[in-house]
């Protein structure tokens, strides 16, 4: 498949903004865009007629915008932190929710009249341009909470009236969970509810493995929420295979798919960026669980599940167990003895 070509035929499309209708993703640094551009490439190639844009900050580098521009038809960039922003005050009052604020800015892109928004850690594996023909809010059942939308892919109607009401309340009311997605729940009650297989948990398929094989097939659009993303994990080139620990094996077909991509069309564009290094691993918790992901394996005695209650009850052993420093270390031994 030849998606480069194809990509540079629609990015003059766009110049003519004769495409009203859009996919949507954010990128925030560069490992999100390395992401957004797999993304990009995997909706290209299961022939998507949809515009597709993305909305960046200035913490993404030129070299990178201009590969974006490449790929997608329209990158937007964003800074909440520009006094002449909607935004700008409303972060002032809630500093936490900068990257919130950015993803809210999808709202402004009034030159579309429908758009579907992704994270930028999802994958196409089939056609998913159907959603445009559903209403806003449209979206898909949160796993951990079913009565709430996951906010990884939703329909919305571009709207700087919406836009302003949404930054309104989150101003005001706040956000339940300190993100997009309590913001947009609260917004947006009366959600409609589309099929799972179009942000499909990845790792849900763990917790109900019977559901996976009935109708993991049906997938169309995976979804790699969580600490640990594609890009974490070690892909063996040769093999064209990831590897993945045990009882995480369901999750190889889409990870290797994710690297495929990222190998093939990504990463001779970036040949001095390590995708790796670019995203921040967030807490000591997630990192055990990349680790163990990766390796299959325990730190030490405690499992994952006491290393997590305790760390959820407020007794994280830092200086131990915890350490950043013991874990890095056991992931570059890891590393080591498994790479080459
Ligand atoms: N994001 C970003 N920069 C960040 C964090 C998040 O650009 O530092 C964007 C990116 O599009 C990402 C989305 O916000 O996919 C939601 O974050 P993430 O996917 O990490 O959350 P999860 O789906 O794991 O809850
Ligand atoms: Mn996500």
Request: charge should be negative.
């Amino acid at each position: 498949m030849s998606l480069q070509g194809h990509s540079g035929q629609l990015s003059s499309l766009s110049v003519t903004g004769t495409m009203p209708e859009a996919y949507v993703t954010l990128a925030t640094n560069n490992g999100y865009a390395a992401g957004a551009l797999v993304l990009a490439h995997s909706l290209r190639s299961c022939g998507t007629s949809k515009d597709l844009c993305i909305i960046i900050t200035p913490a993404v580098s030129p070299d990178m915008k201009s590969l974006l521009e490449q790929v997608f038809n329209n990158v937007v960039t964003v800074d909440v932190l520009d006094s002449g922003d909607s935004a700008h005050l409303a972060l002032m009052k809630r500093p936490e929710l900068g990257v919130t604020f950015t993803k809210l800015h999808c709202w402004t892109l009034t030159q579309y009249t429908k758009c579907v928004f992704l994270d930028a850690d999802m994958l196409a594996v089939q056609n998913a341009d159907e959603l445009f023909s559903h209403p806003e809010l449209t979206a898909v059942c949160d796993i951990g909470w079913p009565d709430c939308f996951n906010s990884g892919m939703f329909v919305f109607i571009p709207s700087q009236d919406t836009y302003e009401k949404l930054i309104h309340m989150s101003e005001t009311t706040g956000s339940f969970d300190g993100g997009d997605q309590g913001i947009l729940n609260t917004f947006f009650p009366n959600w409609n509810r589309v099929s799972f297989i179009f942000n499909m948990v990845a790792s849900a398929t763990y917790t109900y493995l019977p559901a996976y094989k009935q109708f993991g097939g049906n997938a169309k659009l995976v979804h790699f929420l969580g600490a640990t993303k594609p890009w974490h994990y070690r892909y063996d080139s040769s093999s064209g295979t990831v590897q993945t620990g045990p009882g995480y094996q369901h999750l190889a077909p889409y990870l290797n798919s994710w690297w495929a991509i990222y190998t093939r069309l990504v990463k001779p564009n970036v040949p001095e960026m390590d995708v790796q290094k670019a995203v921040e691993v967030k807490t000591p918790v997630e990192t055990i669980q990349i680790a163990q992901q990766i390796s299959g394996m325990h730190i030490g005695a405690e499992s994952l599940q006491e290393g997590q209650a305790r760390w959820e009850r407020g007794e994280p052993d830092y200086l131990g167990r915890d350490s950043f420093a013991n874990i890095q270390a056991y992931i570059d031994t890891k590393i080591k003895s498994n790479g080459k």
